[in-house]
């Protein structure tokens, strides 16, 4: 199975940055489409980006479009998740998650998940 890392979150300040780091296994990175997740205590989880397993098609939900950016990089089998101008409302649990194929939008569609890394901005 595909296992999935996720690193990199931590304390900031609002306006601050932080990159997210999965790292996935082996080479069975080749071929999944993947994606970056967050959910906050009590809130669903919510698809921020996504991105094809070859990085020529890329999504994003209209509440970080403009401020974050995803990409992977095959040869090191990682996806990164690079978050500019953060605010207070985006601390949340923030997860990784793969799907073989084609990119999807809906949690569901994605059979591996990372455990998730805490980010915390303070204002």
């Known amino acids: 199975q595909v296992q999935l890392v996720e690193s990199g979150g931590g304390l900031v300040q609002a306006g601050g940055s932080l990159r997210l780091s999965c790292a996935a296994s082996?080479?069975?990175?080749?071929?999944?489409?993947m994606g970056w997740f967050r959910q906050a205590p009590g809130k669903e989880r919510d698809l921020l980006a996504a991105?094809?397993?070859?990085?020529?098609?890329?999504y994003y939900a209209d509440s970080v479009k403009g401020r974050f950016t995803i990409s992977r990089d095959n040869a090191k089998s990682t996806a990164y998740l690079q978050m500019n101008s953060l605010k207070p409302e985006d601390t949340a649990v923030y997860y990784c998650?793969?799907?073989?194929?084609?990119?999807?939008?809906?949690?569901?569609?994605?059979?591996?998940w990372g455990q998730g890394t805490q980010v915390t901005v303070s204002s």
């Open positions: 082996g080479r069975t990175f080749i071929g999944y489409a």
């Open positions: 998650a793969a799907k073989y194929g084609s990119t999807s939008y809906g949690s569901s569609a994605y059979a591996y």
């Open positions: 991105i094809s397993w070859s990085g020529d098609s890329t």
